[in-house]
């Protein structure tokens, strides 16, 4: 399995892209970061998206998305809870904002939406998808996502303090986690549902405590102008779990 970081912050410049990572060249999840990173012919083997939920810089590029591949003849299956895929019906493809391309045109539309219920798994393009409930202020769920072979990773997408009820349900070899903030404003991350890197040490702790391993850690969601304070306190919390944890960044490529 490869996955390949096309972004990996919650801010978008010249040099930091909105979260999104895209596995072996036909899944996404999540897509602030897609159309903006991605060539048409790239874009042509995407067939499916997971979308974790509703917030603008997790699925921004949704509706690019469907325009292209309008042009490109071809159907995109969006995955995600209901809750979220309704957002999407009424704040993105209304007729309004942009043309509704789940319904026109109808006899092929460009996209095409599926809900997935939390907890049970689905197969996605040939893949093991678990979607799992994390907390935030919107109703978010992470993904689970194993491969044929059995390799797996879990993104929680956006999530505050609170997962051990997430982590009794996934047991995967590479963890994708939330750290949008720095210590010192751990107040600000609790009240907005994220994580600084002395909560994501709690939380890890939490799960070796419950699952009797870690698997590899990534941080992603980082905020750019915090990005060196943040890293400095991940390579505390690295040391005092005994764990490494390199920061996701735009470009990487991972195989599992």
């Known amino acids: 399995m490869e996955i390949r970081v096309l972004g990996a912050h919650n801010v978008e410049s010249a040099t930091t892209g909105l979260v999104s990572l895209l596995v072996d060249n036909v899944l996404a999840v999540d897509v602030g970061a897609f159309t903006s990173v991605l060539s048409l012919e ?3 083997k995407v067939r499916s998206v997971l979308i974790t939920h509703s917030h ?8 690019a998305i469907a325009l292209n591949a309008s ?3 071809k159907n995109v299956r969006v995955y995600s809870q209901a809750v979220t895929l309704d957002a999407v019906s009424k704040h993105i493809f209304n007729g309004v904002i942009y043309p509704d391309f789940t319904r026109i045109p109808e006899s092929n539309p460009p996209v095409i939406l599926r809900p997935l219920e939390p907890y049970k798994t689905e197969e996605v393009e040939g893949y ?3 979607a799992v409930p994390v907390v935030h202020g919107v109703s978010t769920v992470g993904y689970q996502v194993t491969s044929a072979d059995g390799k797996s990773f879990f993104y929680t997408g956006d999530t505050g303090p609170g997962l051990s009820g997430c982590w009794e ?3 995967p070899q590479l963890l994708f986690i939330d750290v949008t903030l720095p210590d010192r404003l751990e107040k600000h991350a609790i009240a907005s549902s994220h994580l600084t890197p002395r909560l994501m040490g709690l939380e890890l702790a939490e799960f070796r405590k419950l699952k009797g391993y870690l698997p590899e850690i990534m941080p992603i969601h980082l905020s750019p102008m915090f990005e060196d304070e ?7 919390v690295s040391q005092e779990l005994g764990a490494g944890m390199p920061v996701a960044h735009e470009g990487m490529k991972l195989n599992l």
């Open 42 to 44: 790239e874009q042509g």
């Open 71 to 73: 042009f490109l003849e």
């Open 56 to 63: 603008y810089d997790h699925l921004r590029d949704l509706a």
């Open 128 to 130: 093991k998808v678990l």
């Open 169 to 171: 349900h996934i047991s």
């Open 230 to 236: 943040i890293r400095a306190e991940l390579e505390r």
